[in-house]
């Protein structure tokens, strides 16, 4: 609340035209009648002593013309002696305290003390300044560094004193999460300015922040920038070890963005870590695939596949699979499973995945691996790892720990390459972070991929299971065939399969073009369409049949 009933700035210049008389030749702090007067009306529309009145109005008067003023210069100012300069200090502290003025320590380490802008500003428009509670809760406390980074950034406010203004709000506020987390590990200083522009960016929906931003804009001088970032990037601050911040990025040139961690949040925001993170969840479980939206198909293996899928979908069942977790554990093992897909195009890796999940009750990540790569340095990097960062979110979040699934996985677990051009480094980074995640990984994640001769070896031991998909057989086409055409005969089914070597993907595209003739002109194919259809799907790409021309 501010005060405007009577003129500030008239009342600051009687005060400073008192202490500039002529007749006042004796210290401020004896009580002059008519100065007193002054400030005791300047102290009652600020809402503050009117000692604490005199040092404001003395500092703006000096201020007027210089930009900043030293100690000596208040003191001799007052006319005060050496004894009397304790309590003048004591009444700085308080008004900087109040925000109503700032302190600045100069390379010589003299400290000099000049007023906001925005104070100067508000007299100069008439508006009496009133000091402000430090005491806040926790978004009044993102508020403040709000208020303290704007004044840092734009030159209103030193480093030296945004620090002493974090200190003091976290001594006002103790009981916050924030403030008693920092307090008990001793952050202080230039260390709790980056731990307060972390929590003030996270409360504002931001999700990594640039450490070196963070270190250029506080550190003060090069000698103290060199040592921060070189404490931060060897991780030797509790915000690394305690496991409250990490890397977005896995090795050294990628540490530039950190971000908190679901420890940090709790840790920084307390109760309020809980809505957040919620809505992390909520954002991250937008795109999953839910079992119950999934179409149940019948699906039909090579003997080879069959007890590898019924071992697979008895080890995904919620009961088994939690005892399968704990026995992990139990052994100091990782208590997590990955499993591979392989085989050619159309031979029923996708759908295997979709019906695992629908016989098991389990919701699917899908993750897109093309859209991974980017063409920013360093973007690609950080889009691979929020893939099992997100992930890690959605178990916490989920009754039953969800699929992630890596689609067309080729170009992650291909062989790596020498570095010849930046994208090259950029795919081996990706694969890294693949590599270092799946090692510690837990949940279930299951990949797929149709050129497996070029897998690469590193990978080998992370997928516990190995699943070969290949063309159907003769007799498995015919019962996919029965399966997808409607009012098929078993005989034409097992003679089009004995004479076509169709993938099942390819089964599904001739049902889908019998469908689709029987809506456009209201009749079933005869045997010429679905032979013509047969032909079209293995002629595509210069396959030669069997037989040229069929009858049934």
Known sequence: MENTSFDILDTIDKIGGVLEGEDFKVSAYLVDEELYTHCERLGEAMKVPPFTALHFASIFFKCVDEDYVTVKEIASFLKINLSEYRYLISELNKLIDMGLIGKEESYSGRFTYFVHTEIKNKVYGNTVPVPETLETDLYGLSDFADRCFERVQRDRMSIFQATEYFDKLREVNPELPVCKWSKEHNISGVDFMIVMNIFHRTMNGYRSHSLGDMISSYARGGRERLSLRRKYTLGNTPLFTKGLITWEGDDVQSREYVELTEAGKIAFLGDEAKLILAEETRIVSSDLIEPEKIAVKNLYYNESSIQ???RLEGILLPDQYGQLCERFKSQNMNAGLCVLFYGGPGTGKTESVLQLAKKTGRAIRQVDISSIKDKWVGESEKKAKAIFDGYRKLCKGLDKTPILFLNEADAIINKRINVERSVDQMNNAIQNIFLEEMEKFEGILIA??????NFDPA??????????FDKPSADIRAKI??????????SDAAFLAETYDLSGGQVENVARKIVTEMVISGITPGKELIEKFCNEETGFRGATEKRNKIGF
């Open 308 to 310: 590898e899928m019924n």
């Open 448 to 453: 797929t991929t149709n050129l497996h001769n």
């Open 459 to 468: 990978f080998d031991r992370r997928f516990l299971y190995k699943v070969r």
């Open 481 to 490: 065939l029965m399966d997808r055409i409607p009012g098929i005969t078993a």
